[in-house]
């Protein structure tokens, strides 16, 4: 049975900085499917799609491709593959595998900086109609890639925690979705803490790009950003 893809939503109209961000420039989601039907209230299917998956999850093709899609993938957990390009030392690994989504959401930060440059980059480049950013839920990778932009363009702290949560309204949706994927069942398959949405964990990433020097533009800085990323990202986003 047909569904829209779960998760979804525009940040268009969320408070930045005394500007908005614009409906129709940046959504996210959990993974979509060939069979989704259009969503009622937002513009779909995207232009573009930022798919943080790794080749493993994803397969060979991404469902959004026949409807005319321009999708990148760009993982994000890859160090979590003892042979993955990103692999961090077993000790990491350890941690980000059963530390909870607070030590998940710190890993991802040490081991994939370059790689959340590139999708704000994305992002901030992409010109014309929606980019959708999602994962497998859309909460984990999503949340925190999601959440880096927002702080870069100078969303509040407590409205980019306040969008991390909504993707509780989405969980029973979002666990439907996840057990039509090769007979995937989290409620099996997962601790049941990687189903939660704990403030404690996005609070943790926002602790780290508060604390350091320059905030979340240096951060990005010391990871490999481009000087004028975020005025990019703030033109491309805002509606200033």
Known sequence: MSETVPNLRDLGGTSADGAIIR?????????????????????????????LRSENESGPSHPLTAFGAAVRQISLLEALR??????????????MRHGGLRALYLGMLQMAAGELVQVATAVADADGGP?????????????????????????????????????????????????RLSGFDPARQLPRAYLALPPDAIGAVLDVWDAHEGGTEGWLAEAGADPDLVPRLRTRLLDI
Do not use: F
């Not at 940046?26 to 995207?46: K, Q």
């Not at 909460?139 to 925690?161: H, I, N, S, W």
């Open 82 to 95: 003892p042979d993955g390009p990103q692999a961090a030392d077993p000790q990491t690994v350890e941690q």
């Open 23 to 51: 409906p129709g420039v940046l959504l996210r989601s959990a993974v979509p499917l060939d069979d989704d039907e259009p969503p009622p209230t937002v513009a779909w299917p995207p232009r573009r799609v930022l798919d």
């Open 131 to 179: 980019t959708l950013v999602h994962c497998t839920a859309g909460k984990d990778r999503t949340g925190v890639a999601v959440a880096l932009m927002l702080r870069a363009v100078g969303v509040p702290r407590e409205a980019v925690v306040a969008d991390y949560l909504r993707t509780g309204e989405a969980m029973p949706a979002v666990v439907r979705r996840l057990g």
